[in-house]
């Protein structure tokens, strides 16, 4: 059974950057897919990033993004580390929420994102790590 450890959550002014991260170990190293979703009150779960690992063994892979974090969040692999990231850039109160690394056997081209909204659609996900924007 695998394990997936954020962190990296923090408090930060808008028009700040946080990185967060995600210690991905066991079998769930195996997945072909990383991501991010997040979760608010009173909000949707939204899948905020995505990106083909092969099982962090593919350097480069696709990544997906949600309209309202294009250009602003990036999200990237450490496949020697087994880690996930997603740099958080030009933080804004709505990007406020607990951030959730998780894992798809698949992404899925168009529909990644939605899969990263759908707990039923991920293998696996952690514990979660807060990120709190201040206006």
């Known amino acids: 059974q695998g394990q997936l450890v954020e962190s990296g959550g923090g408090s930060v002014q808008a028009g700040g950057s946080l990185r967060l991260s995600c210690a991905v170990s066991g079998s769930t190293t195996t997945n072909n897919c990383m991501g991010w979703f997040r979760e608010a009150p009173g909000k949707e779960r939204e899948g905020v990033a995505a990106?083909?690992?092969?099982?962090?063994?593919?350097?480069?892979?696709?990544?997906y993004y949600a309209e309202a974090v294009k250009g602003r969040f990036a999200v990237s692999t450490d496949n020697a580390k087994n880690t996930v990231y997603l740099q958080m850039n030009s933080l804004k109160p709505e990007d406020t929420g607990m951030y959730y690394c998780?894992?798809?056997?698949?992404?899925?081209?168009?529909?990644?994102?939605?899969?990263?909204?759908?707990?039923?659609?991920?293998?696996?996900w952690g514990q979660g790590t807060q990120v709190t924007v201040s206006s």
């Open positions: 998780a894992a798809a056997s698949r992404c899925g081209g168009s529909l990644t994102l939605s899969r990263f909204s759908r707990r039923d659609s991920l293998d696996a």
């Open positions: 990106i083909y690992t092969g099982g962090f063994t593919i350097e480069g892979g696709s990544t």
